[in-house]
Nanobody
Framework: QVELVESGGGLAQPGGSLRLSCAAS????????MTWARQAPGKGLEWVSAISSDGRDTYYAESVKGRFTATRDNAENTVYLQMNSLKPEDTALYSC??????????WGQGTQVTVSS
């Protein structure tokens, strides 16, 4: 069965960095675009980034453009989200999913990111 497991979240100071990972199994990872989304307390799910199946094309929400970078390693069935210059408003539960957007078929349980001094 499809499984997506995120890791790498935690507490970061404003201006700091974190690198999230999403390990995939149960499907042919290299055939799928992958999406990152986040949900802040009391808010809806927000699309953050998407990366094409071969990793050549990436897309970002305006709120994270220039600060976050999505990459993937198809040999390791893993997608990453490098988050730099973190802001308190980046605090959220971050999840990865298959496909390009919020209507992706499968989602992981998420990893919590908290940005606070």
């Amino acid at each position: 069965q499809v499984e997506l497991v995120e890791s790498g979240g935690g507490l970061a100071q404003p201006g700091g960095s974190l690198r999230l990972s999403c390990a995939a199994s149960g499907f042919t990872f290299s055939n799928y675009a992958m999406t990152w989304a986040r949900q802040a307390p009391g808010k809806g799910l927000e699309w953050v980034s998407a990366i094409s199946s071969d990793g050549r094309d990436t897309y970002y929400a305006e709120s994270v453009k220039g600060r976050f970078t999505a990459t993937r390693d198809n040999a390791e069935n893993t997608v990453y989200l490098q988050m730099n210059s973190l802001k308190p408003e980046d605090t959220a539960l971050y999840s990865c999913g298959t496909g390009w957007g919020l209507d992706s078929g499968y989602w992981g349980q998420g990893t919590q990111v908290t940005v606070s001094s």
